[in-house]
């Protein structure tokens, strides 16, 4: 969403971003605190929040049964799905807010399912009949830039919060028979999240580009590259946004630096939602 900055202001975003002195004060591969909460809502399998300087968002995960796609009988399924609430502002709402969530869920479809971050064969309780189905609803709460981060980031937080209860099956059931399951909702399975690679969004503004960029920077940006990286540093998806092209020198630059700024965040990220389950059991 577009913010209206004056030409002194937007000198002084450009000229500190140049100097690796950003208005906030941070260097220009620094992020901004992420404190996490997990454990938001009750009623779903899994659920966190988290918050990136003003950029709030919560993200549920839901588990139902479901049947397996006739192309892939032995896989479960994950839809991953963004709206934005009415509370984060009039520029938020109406078509502009529908195409956000358009693009901010089709992104993380993509930069976090396209690889295999989640083992859909896990979901799998009968092959081609029976299966769990994920479906994973991110919501804005207010936003300060950097939306598809965040919401990279507290959908993992969500799949480890996410307990999946443990089904017992019909033995020997016919092969034209619908499985007849029995759910036990005293013992459950975690979600592997190991794998799940995390976002990482480089913005360019003049010459430099920056990670977890504000609203008032993405403003100024001429282009931006997402990148999906896991803990091997293996890329998992890629998506630019920004009328301006890039050499692929510089894309080549963006994703070295990219794979250099993960490491530092998985870590951050791990140990706020370590610290955050802690806090939800105790």
Known sequence: MSVELSFGEKNFIQGGIEQNLRADGRQRLDFRPMPIETGVIPQATGSARIRLGSTDVIVSVKAELGRPNSHHPGKGKVVIYVDCSSTVGPSFQGKKGEELSSELSTALQKCLLGGSGIDLSSLILVEGKLCWDLYIDGLILSSDGNLLDALGAAVKAALSNSLIPKVNILPDLAADEEPEVDIIDEE?????????????????????????????????????????????????????????????????????????????????????ISTAEASSAS
Do not use: F
């Not at 630019?240 to 700024?261: E, F, Q, T, W």
């Open 188 to 272: 459950y399975t975690q979600i592997d999240t190991s794998s799940l690679p995390v976002i990482i969004t480089l913005t360019k503004v003049g010459k430099q580009y920056i990670v977890d960029a504000t609203l008032e920077e993405e403003s100024q940006m001429s282009s931006a590259v997402s990148i999906s990286l896991n803990r091997n540093g293996q890329i998992c998806g890629l998506i630019k946004r920004g009328g301006a092209g890039l050499n692929p020198s510089v894309i080549l630059d963006m994703i070295s630096v990219a794979k250099h700024v993960s490491i530092r965040y998985i870590a951050t990220l791990d140990s706020e």
